[in-house]
C-alpha cells in the first residue's frame, strides 16, 4: 500500500521525490506529499487525490532543499484529506509512515495532556509529536527514534527528517518493508527497489527492528537493541521500463498478455523438459514425513491455494487446510507437528499471511512460501522458498502474479507426488509434458481478446453477475467475480456450481448474467446441467468452454468464449486468462481507473 521514498543528495530532490512516487502508484494510494528541508525550515507540500494533483500544487508551491521525504497514502485512519495526507510535521519533525500504530489512542491521549495539539485523524502523527517532544527535551535525533521506537506497537516503516539535521535522514521498520540505497553522493530510502530503481541498483534490505541513519555518504544501521549491524548490500535488478505500458493501454492488459511468457520463465526453474522430471528447489526436509498442509493466503493468491488444494489431494493424496490470513490465528487451528504450512503472496509483504507465517513458524510447522519478490519479508522466514518469477506487476488487479503461481503450485503437487510414490515415471512425464504445454495455451487463449471486448458490452450495463464452475475450476469462478469486482465496480459472485440451487438460484432472471466455466472432460455434463437450469429461468449465459464443449451445450448461451482443448491440470491456468480480460473490458467499457480501482492497494501491509 502506502509508498516512502526519501533522498539525502547533493541537488534538490522534489523532482525526484515525485518521480519515485510515480514508480509506486501501482502500490494504490489516496493522497501524497512531499518534506524538504531548506534554510532551517522544513518545507511541506500535500495534496489529495491523484498524484498530478501534488505535481500541480509543487509548481505553484515549490519546495527547495537536497534533502527530504515523500509519500503516497492509502487510507486507514482518518479520510483521504490533504489535512490527513502525509508527511506529518512539527516544527521539528517530519514523519512519513506505512503501517498502522496500534496504540495510537492511548499515546494520543498521553500527548494532548502534555498540551500537543494534533492537526490530523491519523495514527502517524502521535510518532511525530513523540519524536519532537524528545529533540525539544535536548535529545539528538538518534537518541529521539531509540527512544520513541519501543513505545509504538503495530506495523510500521518510517522515514523521518529533521529541521536541525538538513544532511540526514532516519528510517526504521517494523512489520513493513523498507530498503537502503547506496549512491555516489546520494542515500536513499524506499518502500520497495523499484522506487529506487533509476537511482541505484545497490540496496540493503532492513530487517525486523531495525532503524538507519543516513547521510549523503553512509548508512549506519542499528537492530532493535540499538547494536550496529551490517546488513548485506545487494544488486536489486529492478528495473525503470518495468513500470513502462509500452504499446498497451493499461499496465493490466500488458501484464495479462505477458502470461506467456512468464509462466514458461517460472516453469523453467521448475521442470527439467529433457528428463520430463519435476525438479523443486533443494528441500531440507523430508517430504514423505508431511501428512497434512495448511495453505494460507490472501484475495487473488487465496483462490491460487484453492486450486492447489485440489492437485495436492488429487495428486499427491495430502490432505489441504486453506485459510484466509486474516481469520487463521483467530480460530487457533490445531497444527500437526511436522506439518508444511503454505503461504502465498505476490509482494511477500502482506501482513495478515506475514503474521501467520510467524504463527506457524512458532508453532513448530515447516515453512514454504510462493512469493515474486525473493528478498520480501516471507521468502526470509522460510525454510523453502519458492519464487514465481512473474517480474514486477504494476496492475492493482493481479494477473500474471496467479498463474505463475499457479505453474509453481501445479510443480510442487506433482514433486510431493512423485516423492510419495504416487506417480511413476510415466506419469510423471505426462504431468510435466502437460505443464510445458501451459504457455502455448494461454497464447491461444489470448487470441480471443477481440471477442472478447466486442462482447463486453453485454456484461458492462449489469449490477449482478454471477459465476459457476466445477472442481479446480470453482476457484477460477471465485477469481473471475473478484477481478470483475475490483475493476468494474460491478457486484459479482462466485459459486461451485452444484450450489446454484441451493439459494443463488432465486437471483437469476434475464438481466444477471452468468459466466459458467466449463472445460469439456469428467465434470462437463454436471456443470452444463446446472447451466441448463439458469437457462430454464431466464438466465443470460455466457459458456467459456473448448470446442466440443461450445458444440455440446452453446447453442443458447448469450456468448461463447472457445478456449484451446488442454488437460484438466492446466485448465486453470488457462481459464484465467477470459476472466482476466473479460473484467479488463468491462472496466475499460465503464470507464473506471483500471490498474488504480478505488479503495484498493497492490499490498496490504496492515491488517
Known amino acids: 500500500m502506502c509508498g516512502i521514498i526519501g533522498i539525502v543528495g547533493e541537488r534538490d530532490v522534489a523532482a525526484r521525490l515525485i518521480d519515485g512516487l510515480r514508480r509506486m502508484e ?11 528541508v531548506h534554510d532551517g525550515q522544513l518545507q511541506r507540500r500535500r495534496a489529495e487525490g491523484k498524484l498530478n494533483n501534488l505535481v500541480e500544487e509543487l509548481a505553484k508551491n515549490p519546495a527547495p532543499g537536497h534533502t527530504g521525504i515523500a509519500h503516497t497514502r492509502w487510507a486507514t485512519h482518518g479520510a483521504p484529506t490533504q489535512q490527513n495526507a502525509h508527511p506529518h510535521a512539527t516544527e521539528h519533525v517530519a514523519v512519513v509512515h506505512n503501517g498502522i500504530i496500534e496504540n495510537f489512542k492511548e499515546l494520543r491521549d498521553e500527548l494532548r495532556a502534555d498540551g500537543r495539539t494534533f492537526e490530523s485523524q491519523t495514527d502517524t502523527e502521535v510518532v511525530t509529536h513523540l519524536l519532537s517532544r524528545r529533540i525539544e527535551e535536548g535529545m539528538t535525533p538518534q537518541e529521539a527514534v531509540q527512544t520513541v521506537l519501543p513505545r509504538l506497537r503495530g506495523a510500521f516503516a518510517l522515514a523521518i527528517t529533521f529541521r536541525d539535521h538538513p544532511d540526514m535522514l532516519i528510517g526504521a521498520r517494523l512489520g513493513s518493508p523498507l530498503v537502503v540505497g547506496y549512491g555516489e553522493g546520494e542515500m536513499f530510502l524506499g518502500s520497495d527497489a523499484l522506487a529506487l530503481a533509476p537511482l541505484t541498483q545497490q540496496i540493503a534490505y532492513l530487517e525486523e527492528g531495525d532503524w538507519v541513519v543516513i547521510t549523503r555518504d553512509s548508512a549506519e544501521i542499528h ?68 501428512d ?46 511436522g506439518g508444511l ?7 511477500g509483504e502482506t501482513a495478515d499471511t506475514l503474521a501467520a507465517l510467524q504463527h506457524c513458524k512458532k508453532q ?39 498463474t505463475c503461481q499457479l505453474a509453481v503450485l501445479a510443480a510442487l503437487a506433482a514433486h510431493f507426488a512423485v516423492k510419495k510414490g504416487l506417480l511413476n515415471r510415466n506419469e510423471e512425464a505426462i504431468i510435466v509434458e502437460h505443464l ?43 477469481e473471475g467475480a473478484l477481478k470483475l469486482k475490483e475493476i468494474s465496480y460491478i457486484h459479482a459472485e462466485g459459486y461451485a456450481s452444484g450450489e446454484m440451487k441451493h439459494g443463488p438460484i432465486a437471483l437469476i432472471d434475464d438481466k444477471v448474467p452468468v459466466i459458467v466455466l466449463a472445460p469439456s472432460g469428467p465434470l462437463f455434463e454436471k456443470t452444463v446441467s446446472n447451466m441448463q437450469e439458469v ?29 484451446p482443448k488442454v488437460h484438466p491440470l492446466i485448465a486453470p491456468l488457462v481459464y484465467a486468462v477470459p476472466v482476466q480480460l473479460l473484467a479488463y473490458h468491462v472496466a475499460v467499457a465503464k470507464g473506471t481507473d483500471v490498474d488504480q480501482p478505488r479503495n484498493l492497494a497492490k499490498s496490504v501491509t496492515v491488517e
Open 341 to 347: 504450512a503454505l503461504f502465498i503472496s505476490q509482494s
Open 26 to 36: 501501482y502500490r494504490g494510494y489516496d493522497s501524497a506529499g512531499v518534506c524538504t
Open 292 to 337: 497434512r498442509i495448511t495453505i494460507v493466503a490472501c484475495g487473488t493468491s487465496y483462490y491460487a491455494g484453492l486450486v492447489a488444494k485440489y492437485w495436492f489431494e488429487q495428486f499427491a493424496r495430502v490432505p489441504v487446510d486453506i485459510d484466509f490470513a486474516s481469520e487463521f490465528r483467530y480460530r487457533e487451528p490445531i497444527l500437526p507437528k
Open 436 to 478: 510445458l504445454e501451459a504457455p502455448a495455451c494461454l497464447n491461444a487463449a489470448l487470441d480471443h481478446d477481440e471477442e472478447i471486448a466486442e462482447m463486453a458490452h453485454l456484461i458492462a450495463p449489469a449490477r449482478d453477475v454471477l459465476y459457476l464452475g466445477r472442481g479446480a475450476d470453482f476457484p477460477l469462478a471465485l
Open 535 to 563: 437457462q430454464a429461468r431466464g438466465g443470460k449465459v455466457v459458456l467459456i468452454s473448448d470446442k466440443q464443449g461450445i458444440e455440446q451445450a452453446g447453442e443458447d448461451c448469450m456468448a461463447v468464449i472457445e478456449m
Open 364 to 402: 513448530g510447522q515447516v515453512i514454504a512460501s510462493v512469493v515474486n519478490v525473493p528478498t520480501s519479508s516471507m521468502a526470509r522466514e522460510s525454510d523453502l522458498l519458492l519464487p514465481t518469477h512473474a517480474g514486477p506487476e504494476i496492475g492493482v488487479a493481479s494477473t500474471k502474479a496467479f
Open 223 to 290: 537492530d532493535a537493541d540499538g547494536t550496529i549491524v551490517e546488513r548485506e548490500i545487494t544488486t536489486s535488478g529492478a528495473s525503470a521500463s518495468a513500470i513502462e505500458k509500452g504499446k498497451y493501454r493499461h499496465f493490466m492488459q500488458k501484464e495479462i498478455f505477458e502470461q506467456p511468457t512468464v509462466v514458461a520463465q517460472t516453469l523453467r526453474s521448475y521442470l527439467r523438459p529433457g528428463e520430463q522430471r519435476v525438479a523443486l528447489p533443494q528441500i531440507d526436509f523430508d517430504i514423505t514425513a508431511i
